[in-house]
Each structure stands twice: as C-alpha cells, then as structure tokens.
C-alpha cells in the first residue's frame, strides 16, 4: 500500500510560490508515495466553536480525513502582516479539537520577504496540536520571489537543495 503526503499552501493566491514550491516537491514524490495537494483552504468557514461537534462543516470534515489518511504532512506558506494567513491559522483552529495532527509528521516551510514571524507561530501553533514536527524538515526561505522565475520555477539552486533535503528528511518519517 502506498504512503501518502498531503501538501497544504497557506496561500490562497493563484500561483503562489507557496504552491509552485509544493508542487517542485511533488515531482520528487516516489512512485510508492501519493503527494496530494490541497486546494479548498479558501472553503473553509471561519471557526466556530459552536459548529464544532459531531457534524462539523463539509469542507472541515474533509480537511481532518485527508490528515488523517495521510502518512505526513507538508505546510508550506507566506508570512502576512507579520504573521501566520489567517485563512491557514483558521484551519488549523478546526484541528484543535480532532487528534488528526498528533504525532503527524510534519514538514514546515515558509516561504515569503522575511517569514521569521509566521514561521515561529506556526511552530507554535503545531506543537499546540501535538504535531511531530520534523525539526529537519522545517525550513525558512526569505526573498521567495527572488528565487523564482516568472513562470514560478524555483531558480536559486542552494534553495533548491534546501528544499530536496527537507523532502529526503520527510520521507524518511513514513
């Protein structure tokens, strides 16, 4: 049976070098590994602790069986305003009261100008869902943009590399 890894943007804008780099790491999926990379964040409804119970949104439902089912997962996003994007913090708020992250192996990139911030946040707020967070597998690419092509190819070999071992370190979680 195959291993699975569920890939998340955090960015919901078309193109994104989030989600250019998600899918530069689904080509290095192995052919027993499906790479799957999720694309409905946007449906997501804001969180309401009064909707979470037995029958929690559709679209949250689907969120927490894809983890579930998923052998590992990847984060790979922005930095907003100093900060993690809120429609990404607000699915990850779904999460809380599922045990679908815990002990998740976890890779965790941001990619952004900077990212500093977001990217402790999200440490933070993983380890809060008793994520296992790959430290190996964690990385923090500032000046994105300068590093890709218009086109979004990832042009900047060093970065490149980085992102190789961060998916190498990954895989050796499953």
């Known amino acids: 049976m195959n291993?699975?890894?569920?890939?998340?943007?955090?960015s919901l804008r078309s193109g994104s070098s989030n989600?250019?780099?998600?899918?530069?790491?689904?080509?290095?999926?192995?052919a027993d590994?499906?790479?799957?990379?999720?694309?409905n964040l946007a449906q997501i409804p804001p969180f309401d602790p009064g909707l979470d119970n037995d029958t929690p949104p559709e679209t949250v439902t689907e969120l927490r069986n894809f983890i579930t089912h998923a052998?590992?997962?990847?984060?790979?996003?922005?930095e907003y305003a100093f900060g993690v994007p809120g429609q990404l913090k607000?699915?990850?708020?779904?999460?809380?009261s599922s045990s679908t992250l815990v002990d998740k192996p976890v890779a965790l990139i941001t990619a952004s100008s900077v990212g500093n911030?977001?990217?402790a946040a999200l440490l933070l707020t993983l380890g809060a869902l008793s994520a296992n967070v790959i430290e190996e597998a964690t990385l923090l690419i500032p000046f994105?943009?300068?590093?890709?092509?218009n086109a979004?190819?990832?042009?900047?070999?060093?970065?490149?590399?980085?992102?190789?071992?961060?998916?190498?370190?990954?895989?050796?979680q499953l």
């Open 3 to 10: 291993k699975t890894i569920f890939a998340i943007s955090g």
């Open 19 to 30: 989600h250019n780099i998600l899918k530069f790491l689904g080509t290095m999926a192995p």
């Open 33 to 39: 590994v499906d790479y799957t990379i999720y694309n």
């Open 71 to 78: 052998d590992a997962v990847i984060i790979c996003t922005p």
């Open 90 to 96: 607000n699915a990850l708020d779904w999460l809380v």
């Open 117 to 119: 911030n977001a990217h």
């Open 144 to 149: 994105i943009r300068a590093k890709m092509d």
């Open 152 to 172: 979004g190819n990832i042009t900047d070999e060093p970065t490149k590399k980085e992102l190789e071992n961060v998916f190498n370190r990954l895989l050796t």
